[in-house]
């Protein structure tokens, strides 16, 4: 981090920015991930720190400048700005650059250059794409179109925000963490006793030892499942007649829906489904059996005396042999997503335990949106689905997983065509 002198008062910069206000253990555990020391939040994020250059007293220029805008862009506007420090005519001054997405902070939107050379080469033409751009008046002739930003006013925005304050240190006592461990341990043998009778009888001879059941470690090839999912849904014919096209999806690992009825044999696979649903006030009694034999080349399909289908059709293989991933911090994986994403179109939305780690959300065509997602190398894409007029990526931070190899062999053979099953979708659920 830095500290800057603008306008003769001390701004903080080169924060790592979370979304929601973060306290507690949470905070803890954050400001250990980034190596940070002090914290404050600004409208409903909460910024982690250093503590190089001593910013004690200090308020995040990152919050002045929200500040600032508050009036004019009520928190949803898209900005980027750039803020010269003070300095002597003939000295390199620092420059820091502050981004800004429909009114979220990215989370390393907050960077310190040494010269305003090297700021304008970080950020390129296209990070200011789609976005206001604000500079102090030393940096007008970079910009010659940008809003100017007045550094007193700025000081004044500053009154409205906190300073920056030290992360709590939280903890046990000594003596509390000597006996937890002595728990620990005793509540770990007992366990692992009862867990391991029988390999405790396999070492004491009283059963046969059993042959080990072969395991392997895989994982999920992001960019071969969307390039997979991109072409199968450019190839595939995804009109019918006289139904509407209810939504289009792509699962990495397709987890079974009974109420669909879709063969077991798709459990664990890379598939695409696509759903409709038959137009009011069509006849399901004509329209049934038309889409019926229109859907006969797919895989598996089926159509209900409600006017439900869908079609299902398997991709190529997407899970892979793979060792061990190392993982990222949470800050830095959702700022690896808000530095490539954040200002080309995307929505993002950062997920709890409930839902998907994230989400990301574009109009902009497949094939565009394919070739940005596929380039985040620490993101594990799940699920692509098409609804309501945008494309919706699902995903999470890379992992592998454990499987035995038999049943690795069976998901990475091909597929043999399944029957047709026509009338086993169920009404309830077929469009939901």
Known sequence: MSVLWIGEQRFAAGFLWQRGLVDGRAARRAARETRSSWTVNVADQTGFVDGAEAPAGTVPLAGALMALLRGRSRGEETWIAFVEED???????????????????????????????????????????????????GLRDAFPDAVQVDVERLRQAAAEVDVLSPVSAGGLSRKRVVWLAVFAVVGAAVVWGSANQVTIKTWLGMVEE???????????DTRRFLAHCRDEI???ELGLAGFDRIGVFCHAQYRMDEDVGAPWSLRGRPVLEVRWQLRKPLPPRVYVGLAEARLEPWFWSGVNDEGQAVGFAPLPQVLVESEAVAGQSHPQFRAEIDRLLALRGFRIEYGGEA????????????AEAVALVSAIGGLEV?????????????????????????????????????????GEVKPERAVS
Do not use: H, N, Y
Request: with cysteine.
């Open 234 to 236: 450019a190839r595939r």
């Open 382 to 422: 799940v699920s692509v689905a098409f609804e309501a007029g945008r494309w919706r990526f699902e995903g999470r931070q890379r992992s592998t997983q454990g499987m035995f190899q038999d049943e690795f062999a069976i998901l990475a053979a091909p597929l043999a065509r399944a029957a047709p099953s026509a």
């Open 355 to 366: 839902g998907p780690e994230v989400a990301l959300e574009t109009e902009r065509p497949l």
């Open 210 to 220: 059993e042959k080990e059941r072969p395991r392997v470690t895989v994982g999920l």
């Open 87 to 137: 300095g002597g005519d003939g000295a390199e001054k620092r420059v820091a650059v502050v981004r800004c997405s429909a009114g979220v902070l990215l989370a390393d939107g907050d960077q310190v250059f040494p010269s305003r050379q090297e700021a304008l080469e970080a950020v390129g033409p296209a990070g200011a794409e789609g976005a206001l751009v604000m500079v102090t008046p």
